[in-house]
């Protein structure tokens, strides 16, 4: 398998801390709401796909239920395995290859932790994969940009300092992936990192065809971690909710 950008960075610690060093109450908050919506029963059997440090996997496993994290970064799985206990479980892994089958009540995958390969093949082996894990009528919830909303409200350059470690971020798309590079400037390096992101411009219509090849059907799709009504212009998220049926 090609080299790619996101193994590298996903394991760098200035990845998390640009990203996931915060308050943690918009992730709670939306754990609180999904639950409320799905209504699981104690102990359902949940997997985390693309976990990180599992501060998502964390939380869903606190509300009683039985879950399982998975991520390619070793560093993240090695933070997360701190957290592990008899409902809480962690493995490195790559989404794009099968993981166990028929298993899980729930599959999730969130902020946008998906479209970063290098073809078309290999997102649908990462659906293949979520898809087979979960035994009939299961459950996926997959929370991605809203491409529209993504290029209409595209801040091209911004600069955050976070603990003394300043991101400068340059943002920009084409016709088929949106780009973001950041240049990480800190006193301890020689000279600064440069990390670029691709993500690929999936809209509602790609992933209703890729989830129907692999038996999930888009059931309801809110447009903000409130569930709120999606509109294709408007909508800062696509938060689909799908059903693993027989077509």
């Given at each position: 398998?090609?080299?790619?950008?996101?193994?590298?960075?996903?394991?760098?610690?200035?990845?998390?801390?640009?990203?996931?060093?915060?308050?943690?109450?918009?992730?709670?908050?939306?754990?609180?709401?999904?639950?409320?919506?799905?209504?699981?029963?104690?102990?359902?059997?949940?997997?985390?796909?693309?976990?990180?440090?599992?501060?998502?996997?964390?939380?869903?496993?606190?509300?009683?239920?039985?879950?399982?994290?998975?991520?390619?970064?070793?560093?993240?799985?090695?933070?997360?395995?701190?957290?592990?206990?008899?409902?809480?479980?962690?493995?490195?892994?790559?989404?794009?290859?099968?993981?166990?089958?028929?298993?899980?009540?729930?599959?999730?995958?969130?902020?946008?932790?998906?479209?970063?390969?290098?073809?078309?093949?290999?997102?649908?082996?990462?659906?293949?994969?979520?898809?087979?894990?979960?035994?009939?009528?299961?459950?996926?919830?997959?929370?991605?940009?809203?491409?529209?909303?993504?290029?209409?409200?595209?801040?091209?350059?911004?600069?955050?300092?976070i603990d003394g470690v300043n991101f400068v971020i340059t943002k920009w798309f084409d016709e088929t992936h949106f780009y973001k590079k950041i240049v990480v400037e800190d006193e301890t390096l020689r000279e600064p990192i440069v990390h670029i992101e691709k993500v690929a411009k999936f809209s509602l219509g790609d992933f209703?065809?890729?989830?129907?090849?692999?038996?999930?059907?888009?059931?309801?799709?809110?447009?903000?971690?409130?569930?709120?009504?999606?509109?294709?212009?408007?909508?800062?998220?696509?938060?689909?909710?799908?059903?693993?049926?027989?077509?």
């Amino acid at each position: 398998m090609q080299q790619t950008w996101f193994k590298d960075w996903f394991n760098s610690p200035y990845y998390h801390q640009l990203y996931f060093n915060r308050d943690d109450r918009e992730a709670a908050l939306f754990i609180d709401k999904l639950i409320g919506y799905l209504r699981p029963v104690p102990g359902s059997l949940m997997l985390d796909v693309a976990c990180g440090k599992g501060r998502h996997s964390i939380q869903l496993a606190q509300k009683g239920f039985d879950v399982t994290g998975i991520d390619l970064s070793e560093d993240s799985i090695k933070d997360a395995l701190l957290s592990r206990s008899d409902a809480l479980h962690f493995y490195i892994h790559d989404m794009r290859l099968p993981f166990w089958i028929n298993y899980f009540d729930y599959a999730f995958n969130f902020f946008t932790s998906f479209g970063y390969f290098n073809s078309r093949r290999e997102h649908d082996n990462a659906i293949r994969t979520i898809a087979q894990s979960l035994k009939k009528e299961g459950t996926f919830v997959m929370d991605f940009l809203n491409v529209h909303y993504a290029e209409d409200h595209l801040v091209h350059q911004s600069e955050k300092e976070i603990d003394g470690v300043n991101f400068v971020i340059t943002k920009w798309f084409d016709e088929t992936h949106f780009y973001k590079k950041i240049v990480v400037e800190d006193e301890t390096l020689r000279e600064p990192i440069v990390h670029i992101e691709k993500v690929a411009k999936f809209s509602l219509g790609d992933f209703t065809e890729m989830f129907a090849y692999h038996k999930l059907q888009i059931q309801e799709v809110f447009g903000d971690y409130d569930f709120g009504h999606y509109d294709v212009k408007k909508s800062q998220r696509m938060v689909m909710i799908a059903k693993k049926v027989n077509l």
